[in-house]
């Protein structure tokens, strides 16, 4: 082996081990962060208390000028007991991952799409690194909380704990998924404390020209209202829209039958702007015409909100009529008005013979004479009421006809609803974001919505894997037809078989469109790192084990993922591999040890850096070190089982050929696998020959 000379001596900083209590293993620690960010501000505001950092409220209201207010001062707002730990368990970080599954996917190598089998809860968490501030859309359609549907009964202590055993995925068959009903004493409390810690990750993937729509009835309209101003700012609503779901009511209907639901709209802040509309002029409107072409007539009173005189006082003064007689605006309920225009732009108008008057029940009347241009477009914004969208009959139609079945889904919403909100809201290549995506129909519409304008629009849709019962007469249908598929009786699993036959439907109809139609599927998973769990009965087997850092049953690409998750890089980063081999290897194959040694001896260099082997991993030279490139070079991952002594150097400087190769803007990291090391002096070496090499960033999992 040929080592550098002073290598051990130059080493400035040590490969440090990833553990399961590393901050780069979890989700962002937003608890750590606000601290941090109070401490650069306020350093006076943090002491010590029983349990660690603490913030001094007496010195916070001495801050603000709060002379009076004392902590048990009662406050405007929503408040519900168990508000604070909800707040908490959104700041609580994830020590979960996502393990790929690109056997359920489709266009695994390309795609830009995403399908999470999880709970949306620990999914945002885990999603906060690669993906905060990046969200130009979410749509959520949760749980109205009618006595019928699921509400998440989250686990403060361990809700990776909790999620696999509500879905099965230990002990024997999971925990029965119960609803919510009136006669709980938590009721609107539980339902609370799902969606507050979603709702405070959610805001933080938006970027911020971003926006949410979130679905929902009557029995909690109040309170969704009420936590979005929580949570985005009462300034940020943007208001509450009434989707029309149907026509006519049912028996079900205590009262009124009840044909609408809501639709609540927030902003992310001041950066977002409401995307209008863009009509054509209708050329049969313009019905009128005379020297100058085809006009209509506008009035130039005021109509609807704000046209009394005292909404715009400038507004209101007298025009001279065709009898010579001062005109004055009415308001619409016959009280004093006011025109559209002030009076600088009415007498441009009127100097530019674009007012014309009109006799209506004995009174003249003032219009604007406005021309057809063809080239001219208007602005239309979304009605507050949407009539337009379909109703849950569209939804059900669409889903009957892509499965060929009816009723897989209960009341699904039309894909037009949600395609509605992404035309006006997204550019062609923003992220849309569903947390609670049920039957996909999210998804649907973004691929709608990129073939219509070729689009690149991607969507993220997380949902749970939540069983289906073929007992359950609403379920059956559902759990037949995953039967049928030879799949898992899951939600999740009808999910992404819309999302296969949508993708293709739409391929069918629009063949020259060569947009992304697959998607990745990823299922929420324990960490791939092993925790320090030791058995106090069994201690010397707990030490054993634990040698190797990384649990025995998950495979190079679980880790990978996990890498990407924990180091803030997009699911969907291109990688690059190379399998690298000694040039050792194959001379042997050509003459044997002796004639290896005396080639060594003629050309030591030769044998100090690998080759790339272009077959694939399968056809891989014995001993071998298969590298990843992700990201276009700003993380290489090595994690061989085995790093003998020998491969150090070749490996080290292959690693920076290839780093040369790349030319990655930033900084890169390079990640090994801690056991794959014969011991502390070739770890030492290799990180030593990165770091002269300008790869200073070295880690081991």
């Known amino acids: 082996m040929y080592f550098v000379p002073f290598v051990v001596k130059k080493l400035p900083i040590p490969m440090q081990k990833l553990t399961a209590h590393d901050p780069e293993t979890k989700s962002p620690d937003f608890a750590a962060a606000n601290i941090a960010a109070l401490r650069a501000l306020f350093p006076e505001l943090l002491t010590e208390g029983q349990d660690g950092v603490a913030v001094n409220l007496d010195v916070l209201k001495q801050l603000v000028g709060d002379k009076t207010v004392t902590d048990a001062e009662e406050k405007y707002g929503l408040n519900w007991h168990g508000k604070r730990r909800a707040r908490q368990l959104a700041l609580t970080p994830s020590t979960g991952t996502l393990r790929p599954c690109p056997e359920d996917s489709v266009d695994w190598d390309t795609t830009q799409n995403l399908m999470i089998e999880g709970d949306n809860l620990e999914v945002l968490k885990l999603l906060q690194k690669s993906y905060a501030g990046k969200v130009k859309l979410i749509y959520i359609d949760p749980p109205y909380n009618t006595g019928k549907d699921f509400v998440y009964p989250d686990n403060f202590q361990d809700n990776i704990k909790n999620y696999l055993e509500l879905t099965g995925q ?26 507050y810690p979603r709702l405070k990750l959610a805001r933080n993937l938006l970027r911020e020209d971003g926006v949410i729509f979130a679905s929902i009835e ?177 939804g059900t139609n669409e889903l009957t006809e892509l499965f060929g079945l009816k009723d897989v889904f209960q009341n699904p919403k039309p894909t037009k609803l949600i395609s509605s909100f992404s035309f006006h809201n997204t550019n062609p290549d923003a992220i849309v974001l569903d947390f609670f995506a049920g039957s996909g129909t999210t998804g649907h519409s973004v691929l709608n919505q990129n073939a219509a304008d070729d689009g690149t629009r991607r969507y993220i849709l997380v949902q749970l894997p939540e069983s289906l019962s073929p007992d359950n007469k609403d379920q059956k249908v559902a759990a037949d037809y995953c039967d049928k598929l030879k799949k898992p009786r899951t939600i999740a699993e009808l999910t992404k078989e819309r999302l296969r036959r949508a993708g293709k439907k739409i391929r069918e109809e629009n063949p020259l469109f060569a947009g992304d139609l697959g998607f990745r599927v990823f299922k929420l998973a324990s960490s791939n790192i092993r925790a320090w769990e030791p058995d106090r009965d069994k201690l010397a087997e707990t030490l054993e084990a634990s040698i190797e ?153």
């Open 170 to 195: 230990t002990g024997e068959g999971g925990k029965k998924l119960s609803s919510n009903t009136e006669a709980s004493g938590r009721f609107h409390t539980d339902w609370l404390n799902m969606m």
């Open 218 to 394: 009557q029995t909690e309209l109040a309170n969704l209202l009420k936590a979005f101003d929580d949570v985005f700012g009462e300034e940020n609503t943007l208001g509450c829209l009434i989707w029309r779901k149907k026509e006519g009511g049912g028996m079900a209907d205590a009262n009124f039958a009840t044909e609408h639901e809501y639709v609540v709209a927030y902003r992310k802040g001041e950066a977002f702007v409401w995307g209008d509309e863009s009509i054509e002029q209708d050329e049969s409107d313009f019905a009128r015409s005379d020297e100058k072409g085809q006009y209509k007539l506008v009035k130039l009173a005021k109509w609807g909100n704000t046209a009394r005189r005292e909404d715009r006082p400038s507004m209101y003064f007298g025009i001279v009529d065709p009898d010579g007689n001062p005109n004055y605006p009415v308001a619409p309920d016959g009280s004093e008005g006011r025109w559209r225009v002030g009076r600088t732009r009415f007498d441009e108008l009127l100097n530019g013979s674009l007012v014309e008057f009109q006799k209506r029940d004995g009174k003249w009347v003032p219009y604007e004479k406005i021309y057809f241009d063809p080239a001219a477009v208007k602005s239309v914004k979304l009605r507050s009421i949407l009539y337009e969208t379909g109703g849950t009959a569209v």
């Open 549 to 701: 850092h990384l649990k025995t049953d998950r495979t190079e690409q679980d880790i990978l993922f996990e890498l990407l998750l924990k180091l803030g890089l997009d699911l969907c980063v291109p990688i690059e591999t190379r399998i690298f081999y000694h040039e050792k290897h194959e001379a042997h194959e050509k003459g044997g040890d002796q004639k290896v040694e005396a080639m060594m001896s003629l050309h030591p260099q030769d044998f100090r850096a690998f080759r790339v082997f272009r077959g694939s991993a399968a056809e891989s030279p014995e001993g071998s070190h298969t590298v990843h490139s992700i990201g276009g070079g700003s993380l290489l991952v090595c994690l061989s089982p085995s790093i003998p002594q020998a491969d150090v150097e070749p490996l080290a400087l292959g690693l920076v050929a290839w780093h040369k190769e790349l030319k990655p803007a930033g900084e890169t990291t390079v990640v090994f696998r801690d056991s794959a090391f014969a011991d502390d002096v070739a770890k030492t070496n290799l990180t030593a020959i990165l770091h002269q090499h300008g790869l200073e960033t070295v880690r081991s999992l």
